[in-house]
């Protein structure tokens, strides 16, 4: 069954460091998306994107962050300077359509700003 | 502002009890899906409800949507260790919104 790689699975870096987090969706999906999950709440949405530009972003979404689809099968998340409360699962998702579909998640980076 | 709030938050049960989740909308919700993920795991879909008093079922898993699609609930018939995990609705109006989850534990 396909699936969504997330790479790496779990990132260390110090407060004010650059990180990027890396997905590869399904290969026929069209929507990509970006969710976090502080450890023991609920899963938050980040940001959605299709056909090559951000199609919907969250509050939480702020300049720290930005995505990019670099090639035909990446999909980063980049946080420029990261705070202890960026500590959190990020879960990469793909589906083949906007509205009707359940999500596909991939097995998240588990990212620790020390 | 727009919010699903799920309810319990945890839930213990013994083998072979049954076990139900809810999930209430205080807004009309055109849709809800529901997730399961396992201690540890990452958020796997399960189903999506769309129409006012949908029922759908998936083995021993039973999804409801209220006749107002307001609320929406999930119930395991005869639990198993195998659904060790929590259980969270979602919704994708305006937002996509997730409700908190109910964990679910099964005593031996």
């Known amino acids: 069954e396909p699936e969504v790689t997330q790479t790496p699975s779990h990132q260390v870096t110090q407060m004010g460091q650059e990180v990027i987090l890396r997905c590869v969706p399904i290969?026929?999906?069209?929507?990509f998306y970006w969710y976090r999950q502080i450890l023991g709440q609920k899963v938050e949405f980040l940001v959605s994107f299709y056909n090559n530009e951000i199609s919907e972003k969250s509050e939480i979404f702020d300049d720290q962050f930005s995505v990019e689809r670099p090639d035909g099968s990446n999909f980063t998340l980049k946080i420029r300077s990261t705070k202890l409360e960026d500590s959190a699962m990020y879960f990469c998702?793909?589906?083949?359509?906007?509205?009707?579909?359940?999500?596909?998640f991939g097995s998240g980076t588990r990212l620790t700003v020390v | 502002g727009q919010q699903v709030m799920q309810i319990p938050q945890y839930q213990h049960v013994q083998e072979g009890e049954d076990f139900t989740t809810y999930c209430n909308s205080s807004t009309t919700l055109s849709n809800i899906q529901w997730y399961k993920q396992r201690p540890g795991g990452h958020p796997v879909f399960l189903i999506q409800l769309v129409k006012s008093g949908e029922v759908k079922k998936q083995k021993r898993l039973t999804f409801q949507f209220g006749e107002a699609k307001k609320n929406s609930s999930l119930h395991i018939t005869a639990t198993q260790t195998t659904d060790v995990g929590t259980y969270f609705c979602?919704?994708?109006?305006?937002?996509?919104?997730f409700g908190k989850g109910t964990r679910l534990h099964i005593l031996p």
């Open positions: 979602m919704n994708r109006d305006d937002k996509i919104i």
């Open positions: 290969s026929n999906h069209l929507y």
């Open positions: 998702a793909s589906t083949r359509r906007a509205v009707g579909y359940g999500y596909t």
